[in-house]
């Protein structure tokens, strides 16, 4: 089986600010990661190629050079193969153009993979519109935020989804694109010996004409949407505490507050 997943190399969100006066995101000196939900997806790839004999894992993110860090974090985590969309004329790309690198570099590396696993979202875009713009312009269907990989065979699988607090149970044949969301495994660190051997590894790297792309629908040319400003949203909510030892008397409280808000 072929099997291809989409990983991004993303800031720790939890230690990036924002700069108030340009409304830019301050990355400099912030740590780069492999964004946690695209190392769901690689479980669930590793998980099937445990069940099916002959099966390829190849990763693909589209980024700087620097991407290779994850890439090599996902050889020692299982994937056999990976490859960095990386140039100059994918920088300034919104999510459809960064839908369009990635589906050349699938067909360039992969051909037509049985099934293409991502990430539910990225932490830092947030947006998780890549996958499924992935899978228009591959022209296959696409299952998103699976919690489990109930069955699955060479030709077709069965999932459990949840979204809108509603679990599906579906099943679709390949090729298909998966989304995968947390709870679907567990993320593990990689054995000693695994990293020490992906420590080495050295990634492909394809330019945006070695896979095939279209110039114009890259970067800024190929983005229908602009980031004209980013906003720290500022918490609303009043935090209070209720000093009482008594549960009736704390409840009662907590009543007449509700009841005075409404007034
Ligand atoms: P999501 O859709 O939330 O990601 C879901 C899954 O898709 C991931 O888990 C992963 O499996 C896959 N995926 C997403 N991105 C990648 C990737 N790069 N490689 C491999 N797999 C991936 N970014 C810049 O660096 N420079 C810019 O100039 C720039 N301009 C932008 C302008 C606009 C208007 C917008 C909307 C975004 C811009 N971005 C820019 C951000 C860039 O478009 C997004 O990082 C990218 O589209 C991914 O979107 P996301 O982070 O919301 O991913």
Known sequence: ????????????????????????????????????????????????????????????????????AVIRRAVALGADEGVILSDKAFAGSDCRATAYALSCGIKKACGTPDIILCGRQAIDGDTAQVPGETAQMLGIPMIPYITEIVSISERSLTVKSEFDNKELTLSADFPLILTVRKGSNNRRMPSLSDAIRAFSYEPEIMSAQEAGCDPEKLGLSGSPTRVVKIVPVAAKGNCRFFNSSDCAEGLAEIKKMIEKNKE
């Not at 190629?49 to 990763?59: L, Y």
Request: glycine share 4%; net charge positive; with cysteine.
């Open 1 to 68: 089986m072929n099997i291809a997943v989409l990983i991004k190399q993303v800031p720790r969100t939890d230690k990036i600010k924002i700069d108030k006066e340009k409304g830019t995101l301050i990355r400099k000196g912030v740590e780069s990661i492999l964004n946690p939900y695209c190392e769901y997806a690689l479980e669930a790839a590793v998980a099937i190629k445990k069940q099916i004999k002959n099966t390829k894992i190849t990763v693909i993110t589209m980024g700087p050079p620097s991407a290779k």
